[in-house]
């Protein structure tokens, strides 16, 4: 592989967790940290002045330290749609996820930030936004999915349960062929089980590439309310 | 005397006739003859009224009928003398008797009756006296006694025909029976009180001292006529003499009609308006004491030139009408009672409710001394009876049946502002009519009653107020040491569980690193070991989160409490359907608000799984009518709630209860549970869209 290494701005507003991240990212050679900064205003400056492929953000920042990351997350993808972001968040409440995807999925990732630590977890999220897809983690999906909570009118009310086990791992970002893998069934099987919950979601219409989260944060965005 | 009616009638209309006969002639048609005019007015008048009264309001009793035949004769008397003066002065009769004998029978017509007249006056005095009080004779004695005295009738025919001077005849006829047969007519009436009280007739007996009072006043005054040979029909001792000669038919009068009131004496059942009884009174006073005036006026006159005889009149006018004003006052102070002024009344009711806190006690004083100041017949005050009030009745007088026609009093509302807080009823008054200065004080006393009763409606809604500030305050204190207690005990368990959960896991992995370096030291594998290590870091980072959402889960601040809310059920093992009303997405509340609002779902969500042993719950959250409900339902095996007391449930309600909202804890045993909290919806931020 002789790519060039990707372009990322880290934002984090503790010093040792913004170092550690920059070591570890270019330690792989695959990612070249061209600016870490500790708000989200030197965030945003950053990407205006170095236009990154991506950008790895803190949810939490000064000056209040609530949800300023995803603010500026939605600045970024609303003035640059080709800068996808990760977001890495220390909540491993879902709210914060349907709170980044309330504009849309593309491009953005919710991650806790322990997966600092699973460094090919960080580097196939910074891949995805980049490429404009993307990623929630597996432990908001596992909440969501473990969830009893339901609504009469939820969408994901009409999957079944295999159905449901194929969303779990579709979330989870893998391919058709590795959710096959896991479930110990064919690969034909799975996409079968995609394209049903694909048409029950009502997303029979997007485009591929988008449908697979999409199907998820549909899900995400209406499972817990009920209407009376 | 035992007359029937016509007979009384036909006489009390001549007597009348001669009254006005007398005055009319004694006023316009004869001069110089005025000395008889004090006369008229201060003993005929008085007596004639008196016994007019009497025997209006008691035609058949004995003592009505004498007082007013003695009326009866004193006019007669007065009406022959004028009659007489007339003839002699404007006509020229000469009806003077000779020195002896009787006069020229012309003369006789006149003389005689006149004669005849005086003495009945005075036989008819002493009857009444010594029959005294019922009039009828009671002593075997008595009646023949007193029959005996109408002899004295023969006297005026007898004496001339015997040859007495005529001068001697006058006396004999005229001054001494007039000056004495009184004095014996209440000597009588002392020894009928001694033998009644011999024979223990108490209601004679208690008239000596009355009777012994009299015999004295009117022998004291009889003896005085025996120096009138001396000064004639002139001068300071005729004065007197005068003076004294009307006073037993005043006295008698006077005694009679307020006896008439004061004692029933004219009978049990007759009742007569005090107001006559007063009117009465005071028509005798008046013309006795115009009487007495008129005799200082006119004496004066004899002695001193007219400009100063004036003076004399007006004088002794203006020094009797103190005494006359007093006599006048006492008889309205006996014939009414205590009757208070309007002033007087109102000075009396605000005495009252000045320190009127007990309606109860208020009402019956209101009523008592309306009925007796004004004097009504009945009066009833109604006081409360409006919202919580109770109401308090007070009744004074004899108040007629509900349904007897005719009586229905009047109403006033006791008003404050508008609210009715009373009622003052009352019948008619007992005498006269209801004038509108009386409806002013009825009106005065309404409003004085209303702010009374506003007082104590006020006093009453403070004293519950403040029972209930103090309960409240009692209430806050506990509840107050009970989230103090609660959050020293939620801090200690913080702190056990950060320095014997996460600080160990933190020098668990310390250790774990050490062994590794240990590791790499003796060029082994340490691949296994830091996959360990990171795994455990992974724990303790979980352990953390989970620490630091148990002190405030981020996500109700950064969120709210529709986002805590699922997020919490979402972590529920069984079942949990969440209906929350759509527009509450858009809403943040008041921090306080939110946090008890989740604290209360998240405690009682804590509960079911803990105690409940529920297969679902449900959860609401709705804003109505200025509120925000909460409410959890579980379908699991409830509880009794009148015995349970659990640290948690208080502890919820204390939250609840601290930010102003309410707590309805509804469960039966194998029924479920419902925990249903009302909470100040204050708005911190409406999101519009």
Redesign the interface.
Known sequence: MTEQPMRVVIAEDHYLVREGTRRLLEDTGDVAVVSAVGDAAELLAAVEELRPEAVIADIRMPPSH??EGIAAAHAIRAGHPGIGVVMLS???????A??LFQRGTDGLAYLL??RI?ELDELLRALREVAAGRSVVDPRIVE??MG??????DAPLAALTRRELDVLRHMAEGKTNRAIARALVLSESTIEKHVNATFTKLGLAEEPQLHRRVSAVLAYLRHA????? | MRGNGPAIRIAAFFGGSCLLWAVTTGAFLLENNTVTLPWILGAVLPCYCAGLFAWWHAPANPVARRLLLIGTALSVSIGIRYTSALLTVRFGWDLSAPENGLPSPTACLVVLPAEWDNLAVSILVVHLLALLPDGRSRFRYERPVLRSLWALLALPFVLPLAGVPTRVVEFAVFYYPEAWLPGVGATLLVVRCLRARAAGERDVAVLLPLALAAAGLFLGRAVSRLFRTWHGESGILYLIGSALGALPYVLISLSVVYAALRYRLLGVDIVIRRSVVYGTLWLIISGWYLGMAMTLGLTAGQYFPIGLSVLVAVTATALFQPLRAKLNQLAERRVFGDRLSSFELLVQFGSVLEHAYDLSRLAPQLAAGLQQGLGLQWARVRLGGCGDLPAHVGRAGEEPAADAAGTAGSGFPVCYGKDVLGLIEYGPKSEGRFTPEDHDVVGTLARQAALAVHNVRLAAELSTRIEEAQRQAGELDASRARIVHAQDGERRRIERRLHDGIQQDLVALVAKLRLARNRLGRGGDVHAVLTEVQDDAYRVIDELREVAHGIHPPVLTDQGLVAAVTSRARRMPIPVTVHIEESLDRVRFALDIEESAFYLISEALTNVLKHADATRVTIRIARREGWLVVEVVDDGVGFPTDTTRGSGLTGMRDRIEAVGGDLRITSRSGAGTTIRSRLAERVREEIRD
């Not at chain 1, 220390?90 to 914060?96: F, G, L, M, R």
């Not at chain 1, 969830?147 to 009469?152: D, E, L």
């Not at chain 1, 817990?224 to 009376?228: D, E, F, I, L, M």
């Open positions: 609530h949800t220390q909540h491993a409440d879902e709210n914060y349907f709170d930030k322990e630590g909440v969501l969830s009893h909570t339901r609504a009469a817990p309310r009920g209407a009376g």
